[in-house]
C-alpha cells in the first residue's frame, strides 16, 4: 500500500504516537537516504518500500468523522514523510504548483491540496485536526509547524523539537536547490511503499506484532523496547488512564535520572537490576537485556503474584539509587556516601555497580548504617585496586558480584561481605599484604587508564582533613621521560643509567604529582628541587605531603627511587588495607587447612596456559559423566569419585601432560586404543591401578571411554556390595518390556548404525547403551521407547534440515524417539553427520565458545594479523612473529597477547600479566586471560589493536 493512502484513509484519520514511544530520532544519514530513495522513486517510475505501519484503532464509532489510531510502529518513517511533506507546501507556495497525470487525466498538485490530503483533517477542528499527533516534547512542535501552513504567522513552542527543525531545514534546502523537479519529488513520495497492519483494540496484541518487527534490536534501543512493552502490557482503553499515570510519575521521570549519562547507561541499569531480582541468570551482553526483561516479567513477576505498576515503582526507586552511582556529585546528597562514590568511580570500572546497587537499597531500607555502607564501599575499592595492582584483573567478577547479594542477606551485611571476600581464592582472591606491597613498588604505574593519579592522590590524601583535587595536577616524572637524558642526569643515576631509566621510570618510586610540570621538564634533579624558590615551584616549596621528602634529598637514583617506593607502598597498605574477616571464617580456615584438605587453586595455579585448558576439558568431561560426580582436591591430586574415587589426576606442568589413576581393575578395561598402563606393581599417587598419561594430541573421548568404565564400575560395586560389576538385567529387563514395535525400530536403528561403521556396536552400561569407542551416541529407555541422544561436535556447521524432528537438550545435545521403523530411518542422517565430526577429529565446544573464537579470528584478521591453527592452538601471526595465542578448551579459551600487561589502556581490567614461566621466546609480564563468551571481544579489540600498533611502530 502507497504511504499516502496510508495518509489520506477512507475519512478522515489521526494517528498518535502512544506516550511510551521515543521521540522523533531520525539521523542525517537516515533522512538522506530517504531523499535519495524518493529521487530515485520519482525519476524511475517504480515503487519503493520503506517498511512497515502498524497501528491499533481506538475510536469504535465507524460514523465517526475521524479515525482515530495509536501508532504501535513506523512512527519515525511517517514522521520524516510528514516533514518532507510540510517542506515540500512551503516550497510550493512560493514556486505555484504543477499538473500530473492520474489514470487518463489531468490533475492539479498545489500547496493547499497536499495539506488538506496527506497532513490534516479539513472538516474538523480542535484536538482531531492533524493527521499525525506525536509523543512528548515533539508534539508541540510538529503542531505548530502544520498550523504555520495555515498561519504563517505561528510561532515555534518555547523549547522546539531539534531534531524535528533539522529534518524540516535539510528537506526545505534540498527543495530549494537549482535543477529539482518537484513534480518528479511528488511522484517519488506517491511510489513509496509500505506493509499496513491494522489491530482492533481488545482483539489484537500489539506487543506480539511489536516483538516480531523489531526482532532485531536494530532500530530501537534496548531501553526503548522494554519501555514500550512495560506500557503496552497497561495498554487499552479501560487501562489509558493508569498507563498515562504510570508513565507521568514514574517512566518519565526514571528517564530523566539518566539524560547526560554515558550510552547504555538505563540498559545496564536494566540488566543489573534484574541481575539482584531474576531467578534465572541474567545475560551479560546488554543486546539482552529486553529478553532477559520479558522473560523475568513473565516468568518471575507474576509467579510472585506482583503486577506492572508494582515493578515500574521498584524500577523507579532503584533507578534513583542507581542514578547516585553513576553521577555522585549530581544525585547522593549525603556527603559521606558522595566521597566514597566517587573514590570507587575513579578506579574506572562497572563490574560492581549490581552489588552497590543492592547495599545502595540496603542501606535505604535501613538493613545498612550509613558508616558501614561508607565501609563497603573502601573494602570493595581495596578489593578492586589491589587486584588491579596485582595484574589480577576484572575476570569472573561479572558473575561473582551479581550473585553475592544473594548470600549476604539475612546476615550481618557488611560483615557477610567481608567473609565472602576474604574467602575468595584464585581469579577472586583478595590480595594479600605481602602480594599488594611487592606488586605496587615494581608495576607500571603510569598508564593511559589515569590510574596513577588516582594512585597519587589517595596516598597524598590519606588522613588530610584538607585534601587535594588530584584532577588539579599532572604526573610528574622525578626521572624524566625522554631517553637521552641530560649528562648531569646520567651521571646521577650511575654507570647504568638506561637500564635505572628502563626499570624504574613508571614505577611508583619515580612518580609525584605537581602543578608545574612544563617548567619542570627534563631538568637536573637539583633544578627541580630548588626551582625559582622565591616562587614556590621547586620540590622544597610544594606543599604536597609526597614532594616534602623530595625536597631533603641532594640525589636521585636507584636507591633512591626503592626507598622512596618502599615508603609510599607501606602508606599503602593503610590506604588500601587488607579485609579483615570475622572470627568464625578464621576459625573455619584454621581447619581448612588441616592435614588432607586442600585447595583446588593449589593444582591449578600457574599452569601453562594450553595444559590448563587440557585440565580443565578434563575436569568438565569427568563432572558430566554422572550426576553424582564429586570433584575432592587432595594434597598429592585431584579426586573423582562417587563415593569413592573412580579416577584421580595429576597435572604435570614440566611434561605438558596430566596423569590420571583409574580405579578399575586392568584386566576389566576395554582399552582399543592401548592408552592404559597396569601399575598394580608400581609405585603412584592415585587409587587405581590403571595408569593413563594425558597429552593435548590424547583422543580425549577415548580416555573419557575408560573413566566412564571406572566410574560404572565403582557404581555397580556400590550397588552389589561387592568387588565383581553386577549384572546388567535391570536394562536388560526394560529392553524385554518394550513394545514390539519399539523393539523393531531400536533392532533396525542398531542394523543401520553398523552399515553407517561396524564400530558402531552396543556397549552396555548401568544406564544407558552406547555405541562407537569412544562412544558417539547413547540410547536411553525412556516412556516405552528407545531414545537416541547425539552430541554433535560442531552443530554449528551441520545443515538444519538434520536435525528436523530431534528435539534439543541441554549443552547442544539432541534427542530422537524411536517408536518405529521409521523412526529409525528418519534418525539417520543427523547420526551419519555426527559419526563423520568424530571421524574428522573435531572437538567439542560450547556454542558461545565456538562463537568467542571466530569473533577472535575475525578480530585479528580484521587488523591484517594472520591465523595459524593447530590441534594444540590459535598463532596469531604478524611478520612471522607470534603476535598473540589462543588455547580454546570446551567452556572457554585462553588468550596470551604479546604486548606487557601494565602498559595497555585497559579500563575494564581484562585478563592478568602474566606470572611463573613465560611463553617461549616472550618477555615476563604479558597480557593473558581466559574469556567465554564472544560479547567479551568488543572490550578485548581495543587491547588487540593496541598491540598490533606497538608492533608495528616497533619494527618502523
Known amino acids: 500500500m502507497s504511504l499516502f493512502r496510508v495518509l489520506q484513509g477512507s475519512s478522515g484519520r489521526q494517528y498518535e504516537v502512544p506516550i511510551y514511544q521515543r521521540t522523533y530520532s531520525w539521523q542525517r544519514e537516515q533522512v538522506e537516504r530517504l531523499w535519495d530513495d524518493v529521487l530515485e522513486a520519482g525519476a524511475q517510475g517504480r515503487p519503493h518500500f520503506t517498511g512497515s505501519v502498524v497501528y491499533v484503532t481506538t475510536s469504535d464509532d465507524d460514523m465517526a468523522d475521524v479515525t482515530q489510531a495509536l501508532l504501535i510502529d513506523g512512527q519515525q518513517r511517517l514522521t520524516t514523510t510528514t516533514l518532507f511533506l510540510i517542506a515540500l507546501v512551503r516550497r510550493l507556495k512560493v514556486t505555484g504548483g504543477f499538473k500530473v497525470e492520474k489514470d487518463g487525466s489531468t490533475v492539479n498538485v498545489s500547496a493547499e491540496s497536499i495539506r488538506k490530503n496527506l497532513l490534516v483533517n479539513p472538516d474538523v477542528s480542535g484536538r482531531l485536526h492533524h493527521k499525525l499527533v506525536l509523543t512528548k516534547s515533539d508534539r508541540e512542535t510538529l503542531a505548530r509547524l502544520l498550523d504555520s501552513l495555515e498561519d504563517e504567522h505561528t510561532p515555534l513552542p518555547p523549547k522546539p523539537s531539534p531534531r524535528l527543525l533539522d529534518t524540516l531545514a535539510f528537506f526545505e534546502a534540498q527543495l530549494g536547490k537549482p535543477g529539482v523537479d518537484l513534480a518528479q519529488v511528488y511522484a517519488g513520495l506517491q511510489r513509496l511503499q509500505v506493509v499496513r497492519i491494522a489491530l482492533k483494540d481488545g482483539e489484537d496484541d500489539p506487543q506480539l506484532i511489536f516483538d516480531s518487527m523489531n526482532s532485531t534490536g536494530l532500530d530501537l534501543s534496548e531501553a526503548d523496547r522494554i519501555r514500550n512493552y512495560v506500557l503496552m502490557r497497561m495498554g487499552g482503553k479501560k487501562q489509558e488512564k493508569q ?270 604529582l605537581t602543578g608545574y610540570n612544563p617548567e619542570y621538564s627534563d631538568r637536573p634533579f637539583l633544578e627541580k628541587r630548588d626551582l625559582l624558590k622565591g616562587k614556590g615551584k621547586g620540590f622544597k616549596s610544594s606543599h604536597l605531603l609526597l614532594n616534602q621528602e623530595l625536597a631533603e634529598l641532594d640525589e636521585w637514583n636507584e636507591g633512591r627511587i626503592r626507598e622512596r617506593a618502599e615508603r609510599l607502598a607501606d602508606r599503602a597498605l593503610k590506604v588500601w588495607p587488607m579485609v579483615q574477616p570475622s572470627e568464625e571464617l578464621r576459625e573455619q580456615l584454621s581447619q581448612r587447612v588441616a592435614p588432607g584438605v586442600h585447595a583446588l587453586e593449589d593444582h591449578l595455579l600457574g599452569l601453562p596456559p594450553a595444559l590448563r585448558v587440557l585440565v580443565d576439558d578434563l575436569r568438565t568431561e569427568l563432572l558430566d559423566l554422572h550426576p553424582k560426580v564429586q570433584e575432592v582436591p587432595t594434597k598429592k591430586y585431584i579426586a573423582f569419585k562417587v563415593g569413592t574415587n573412580f579416577c584421580d589426576l595429576v597435572p604435570q606442568p614440566e611434561l605438558g601432560s596430566v596423569k590420571c589413576w583409574l580405579n578399575i581393575p586392568f584386566a576389566d578395561l576395554d582399552d582399543p586404543h592401548g592408552l592404559a598402563r597396569d601399575v598394580t606393581e608400581v609405585g603412584h599417587h592415585g587409587n587405581g591401578d590403571a595408569e593413563v598419561v594425558v597429552r593435548p594430541e590424547t583422543p580425549l573421548d577415548a580416555f573419557l571411554e575408560l573413566a566412564q568404565q571406572a566410574l560404572n564400575y565403582q557404581l555397580n560395586r556400590s550397588v552389589s556390595g561387592s568387588s565383581s560389576p553386577s549384572s546388567l538385567s535391570s536394562l536388560a529387563a526394560s529392553l524385554e518390556q518394550l513394545a514390539w514395535v519399539a523393539r523393531e525400530a531400536l533392532e533396525t536403528f542398531e542394523s543401520r548404525l553398523v552399515e553407517i561403521d561396524p564400530s558402531l556396536t552396543r556397549t552396555v552400561t548401568q544406564s544407558y547403551m552406547g555405541y562407537g569407542r569412544p562412544v558417539e551416541l547413547v540410547v536411553l529407555l525412556r516412556s516405552g ?34 517408536r518405529t521403523a521409521e523412526d529409525a530411518e528418519r534418525a539417520l542422517p543427523l547420526v551419519r553427520a555426527v559419526h563423520e565430526q568424530f571421524q574428522q577429529g573435531i572437538a567439542y565446544r560450547e556454542p558461545q565458545v565456538r562463537q568467542l573464537v571466530q569473533a577472535l579470528r575475525a578480530a585479528f584478521t580484521a587488523q591484517g594479523v594472520g591465523v595459524k591453527s593447530s590441534k594444540a592452538a590459535d598463532y596469531f601471526m604478524l611478520d612471522e612473529r607470534d603476535l598473540a595465542r589462543l588455547w580454546i578448551n570446551r567452556e572457554g579459551v585462553y588468550l596470551a597477547l604479546r604486548h606487557p600487561y601494565g602498559e595497555l589502556e585497559n579500563p575494564q581490567g581484562l585478563g592478568e600479566a602474566q606470572v611463573g614461566q613465560p611463553l617461549s621466546g616472550w618477555e615476563p609480564g604479558y597480557f593473558n586471560g581466559r574469556f567465554s563468551h564472544p560479547d567479551e571481544v568488543s572490550a578485548l579489540d581495543p587491547l588487540l589493536r593496541q598491540a598490533v600498533e606497538a608492533h608495528r611502530a616497533s619494527v618502523l
Open 785 to 818: 521407547a528407545a531414545l537416541v541422544e547425539v552430541q554433535p561436535r560442531d552443530p554449528d556447521i551441520l545443515l538444519p534440515a538434520l536435525f528436523e524432528g530431534w528435539e534439543p537438550r541441554s549443552k547442544d545435545r539432541w534427542a530422537f524417539p524411536l
Open 243 to 512: 498507563q498515562e499515570k504510570l508513565y507521568h510519575e514514574h517512566w518519565f521521570q526514571m528517564e530523566r535520572l539518566f539524560d547526560g549519562t554515558e550510552p547504555g547507561a538505563f540498559d545496564r541499569f536494566i540488566r543489573d537490576f534484574l541481575s539482584l531480582r531474576s531467578k534465572t541468570p541474567i545475560p551479560a551482553r546488554l543486546g539482552d537485556v529486553y529478553v532477559a526483561f520479558k522473560r523475568y516479567v513473565e516468568r518471575d513477576l507474576e509467579k510472585d503474584q506482583q503486577d506492572i505498576p508494582f515493578l515500574v515503582r521498584e524500577l523507579h526507586r532503584a533507578a534513583g539509587y542507581y542514578a547516585a552511582l553513576l553521577d555522585p556529585q549530581k544525585h547522593e546528597a549525603d556527603a559521606e556516601v558522595r566521597r566514597a562514590l566517587l573514590s570507587l568511580r575513579g578506579l574506572e570500572l562497572d563490574v560492581w555497580y549490581p552489588l552497590v546497587l543492592d547495599a545502595y537499597s540496603a542501606w535505604k531500607a535501613g538493613d545498612l548504617y550509613r558508616e558501614e555502607f561508607v565501609e563497603l564501599l573502601g573494602t570493595l575499592e581495596s578489593y578492586l585496586y589491589r587486584r588491579w595492582v596485582c595484574g589480577v584483573g576484572t575476570q569472573g567478577l561479572n558473575k561473582f558480584f551479581p550473585a553475592l547479594p544473594g548470600q549476604l542477606r539475612g546476615q550481618p551485611y557488611l560483615q557477610a561481605f567481608k567473609d565472602q571476600l576474604y574467602g575468595q581464592r584464585s581469579y577472586l582472591r583478595f590480595p594479600s599484604d605481602e602480594d599488594f606491597r611487592q606488586q605496587i613498588m615494581i608495576r607500571p604505574m603510569y598508564t593511559p587508564r589515569h590510574l596513577s593519579r588516582y594512585t597519587l592522590g589517595h596516598l597524598e590524601n590519606h588522613e588530610d582533613k584538607e585534601p587535594i583535587n588530584p584532577g588539579d595536577y599532572t604526573i610528574e616524572h622525578v626521572m624524566p621521560q625522554n631517553k637521552a637524558l641530560a649528562t648531569e642526569w646520567r651521571e646521577m643515576l650511575g654507570e647504568h643509567w638506561a637500564e635505572v631509566q628502563e626499570r624504574y621510570l613508571h614505577t611508583l618510586g619515580n612518580l609525584t
